[in-house]
Nanobody, 124 residues
Framework: QVQPVESGGGLVQAGGSLRLSCVASGRTFSRSSMGWFRQAPGKEREFVAAISWSGITTYYTDSVKGRFTIYRDNTKNTVYLQMNSLKPEDTAVYYC?????????????????WGQGTQVTVSS
């Protein structure tokens, strides 16, 4: 069992950067693939990025490719989301979650343990 806790959100101007962190307690973190999702007001939670347990394989939704980078440090039980060139449409609560199995990295139904979320607000 892995319990994620997110941090690093805040208010930033358009074009700025933030780095989100997700510390996941539990002995199986290094064998857990992880994902980042986000939920804007009035919208469904959507996939942002994911990373395999080894850190070798990453996935991104099209709208963040080239701007966001997901990476992990298994020695610190932490997965990061580096967000550059932020846009107002990136404003949302960002959640970290552990992945179930090896299929369909983009579906919310394939993630089980979720953090409480961290707010990211990008002003224009």
């Amino acid at each position: 069992q892995v319990q994620p806790v997110e941090s690093g959100g805040g208010l930033v101007q358009a074009g700025g950067s933030l780095r989100l962190s997700c510390v996941a307690s539990g002995r199986t973190f290094s064998r857990s693939s992880m994902g980042w999702f986000r939920q804007a007001p009035g919208k469904e939670r959507e996939f942002v990025a994911a990373i395999s347990w080894s850190g070798i394989t990453t996935y991104y939704t099209d709208s963040v490719k080239g701007r966001f980078t997901i990476y992990r440090d298994n020695t610190k039980n932490t997965v990061y989301l580096q967000m550059n060139s932020l846009k107002p449409e990136d404003t949302a609560v960002y959640y970290c979650a552990t992945k179930i199995g090896a299929n369909n990295w983009y579906s919310i139904s394939n993630y089980d343990y979720w953090g409480q979320g961290t707010q990211v607000t990008v002003s224009s």
